[in-house]
């Protein structure tokens, strides 16, 4: 059974820094591309960021380009978001999921190609 876990949300201000983890229970991370999602309050789950299995295709949606990295290493099965410059509109509870099927090149942003998913991190900015 495979099992996500997300870590290292909080309370900050605008304009400070989080970085999240995403630890897989196997060596998945490995073989198969990881995405996070947020849901803010009263919100839909929207796409953030997704890297690919080999670290090489990475993509963001585009209120996080130039604010957010992610990062896998997988000899320690985890992922990572990296969020600087965070604004209350970031104020979310956040995801991380495995890509399971489909064409992750053209669907990476797509929640239904997505399982596995941790229970998330509460991300709260204040003003």
């Known amino acids: 059974q495979v099992q996500l876990e997300e870590s290292g949300g909080g309370l900050v201000q605008a304009g400070e820094s989080l970085r999240l983890s995403c630890v897989a229970s196997?060596?998945?991370?490995?073989?198969?591309?990881v995405g996070w999602f947020r849901q803010g309050p009263e919100k839909e789950r929207e796409f953030v960021a997704a890297?690919?299995?080999?670290?090489?295709?990475?993509y963001y949606e585009d209120f996080a380009k130039g604010r957010f990295t992610i990062s896998k290493d997988n000899a320690k099965n985890t992922v990572e978001l990296l969020m600087n410059n965070l604004k209350p509109e970031d104020t979310a509870v956040y995801y991380c999921a495995v890509y399971i099927w489909g064409d992750f090149q053209r669907d990476y942003d797509v929640r239904g190609r997505y399982g596995y998913w941790g229970q998330g991190t509460q991300v709260t900015v204040s003003s």
């Open positions: 890297i690919g299995w080999s670290g090489s295709s990475i």
């Open positions: 196997g060596r998945i991370f490995s073989w198969w591309a």
